[in-house]
């Protein structure tokens, strides 16, 4: 099957460092790529969307500036947290999919902590 | 825009006992559907997907969802629970036309041997 991985899975930083989160399609290629961010007992919250070498499309509320993406190949996107800070803490897990109209597959996600 | 919404964020029971999660989705026009499943300590799989067809959908490891377009519902059952369905389920909606998905909050599962 489709498999997605993410490095690292977990990640300490501080408090106004960056940190770059690597997510990969192993055995497809991804023409889109998304991610997520999911707070503790809570839901998966869609940050942006991310197509093979073009911007990525964030949802309202997440600022670009702050979280860049780059998806600059069929098998990797990228998230950079720009100038962690402690409430950027969470879980971010990305998802790939081949195309429109095919399953979206997982990452097992990223842990980060921000101190 | 659409949302979803999952009635039960926890449910407990024994296993053997029959299974059936709520989900609503609000979206104005033709949805996919999806049900996910995420294991303790792992990521999201797909248990099932309702793009078009017969209402009523058969998944993995005995799942299954019916579609029911005029309650805007797409209920997720099981009819015997085992152990090691304890896990978090969270029911999805894309457009027809998009592959955005929009989770709703979840529902934690505890199967009690």
């Known amino acids: 099957g489709a498999v997605v991985s993410q490095h690292p899975s977990w990640v300490i930083c501080k408090s106004g460092t960056s940190v770059k989160i690597e997510c990969r399609s192993l055995?497809?290629?991804?023409?889109?790529m998304f991610w997520y961010r999911q707070f503790p007992k809570q839901s998966l919250m869609l940050m942006a969307t991310?197509?093979?070498?073009?911007?990525?499309?964030?949802e309202q509320g997440v600022e670009k500036d702050k979280f860049l993406i780059n998806h600059a190949s069929l098998t990797l996107s990228t998230l950079t947290v720009t100038s962690a800070h402690p409430e950027d803490s969470s879980f971010y897990i990305c998802?790939?999919?081949?195309?429109?109209?095919?399953?979206?597959?997982f990452g097992p996600g990223t842990r980060l902590t921000v101190t | 825009a659409q949302s979803v919404s999952q009635h039960n964020h926890h449910v407990i029971l024994s296993e053997a006992a029959s299974l059936e999660l709520g989900c609503n989705y609000s979206?104005?026009?033709?949805?996919?559907l999806f049900w996910y499943v995420q294991y303790p300590g792992q990521h999201l799989q797909l248990l099932l997907k309702?793009?078009?067809?017969?209402?009523l959908v058969k998944g993995i490891k005995g799942f299954e969802a019916e579609f029911i377009k005029s309650k805007f519902s797409f209920n997720l059952r099981k009819p015997s629970v085992q152990w090691s369905d304890t896990a978090e389920y969270f029911c999805?909606?894309?457009?027809?036309?998009?592959?955005?998905?929009?989770f709703g909050g979840g529902t934690r599962v505890l199967v009690k041997p």
């Open positions: 998802s790939a999919t081949p195309g429109l109209g095919y399953e979206q597959y």
């Open positions: 055995d497809f290629q991804a023409t889109t």
């Open positions: 991310s197509n093979e070498g073009s911007k990525a499309t964030y």
């Open positions: 979206y104005g026009g033709t949805v996919n």
């Open positions: 309702y793009f078009s067809g017969d209402p």
């Open positions: 999805a909606v894309t457009g027809a036309a998009g592959n955005k998905l929009t």
